[in-house]
């Protein structure tokens, strides 16, 4: 799934939110318990490491309750009620996507996935193969993004397919954000027809 368009719209929010979500459902799926060494079920990043660091993780701090998990800033993990794993870091960091190669995982989610190229997610695409006990779920990939040309949009808009869905998301959809900040992003890009519609859908009102 990509949930990607307009500024403002929640699209971090709803990553770190599902992402969380997903990782319960397949630890019930699983069966998995409290364990000294969690099994990885995913991963969860950004272009850059940097700027997962500053901007996404922050937002998972946000969204998750401090109480259901813990950030092993060495080992790049979150550890989700001492039973799974989440990876997580920028897929700039030469080591991060060294362990792709052998890593099995159920679920990849890539925030600003327009600052992506496709060989920087294929291999993480690949990845996903993990089986526990003999039991496969469903594997899922989560993809936020911003418009912009690049291989989202020829993907998930221009060749959708059955196992791909395109969730567009307006400012209109974010019901917290400040009253006049459709304004704001008018007068922001109002020097770009085009980009202007894509952040805000100008529909005349």
Request: net charge neutral; proline share 7%; glycine share 8%.
């Amino acid at each position: 799934m990509c949930y990607g368009g307009g500024k403002g719209g929640g699209k971090s929010f709803l990553l770190c939110f599902w992402a969380e979500y997903w990782m319960d459902w397949l630890i019930g799926f699983f069966g998995l318990k409290p364990s000294k060494h969690p099994t990885t079920l995913g991963f969860l990043g950004r272009k850059r490491a940097i700027d997962f660091n500053d901007t996404t993780l922050e937002t998972w701090k946000r969204v998750v309750p401090a109480d259901k998990y813990e950030i092993r800033t060495q080992d790049k993990d979150i550890v989700i009620a001492g039973t799974a794993k989440i990876a997580y870091g920028g897929l700039d960091d030469p080591l991060t996507v060294q362990k792709f190669n052998s890593a099995e995982y159920a679920f990849e989610a890539i925030d600003q996935a327009e600052e992506t190229l496709r060989p920087d997610v294929g291999v993480l695409e690949a990845s996903l193969r993990l089986k526990i006990n003999g039991k496969r779920p469903p594997y899922k990939r989560f993809y936020s993004a911003n418009p912009a040309e690049c291989w989202i949009k020829d993907d998930y808009i221009l060749s959708p397919s059955s196992n791909r869905v395109f969730i567009p998301v307006l400012p209109d959809d974010n019901p917290y954000l400040p009253d006049n900040y459709k304004d704001t992003l008018r007068n922001a890009f109002a020097y770009d027809p085009a980009l202007l519609k894509a952040h805000v859908i100008v529909t005349g009102k």
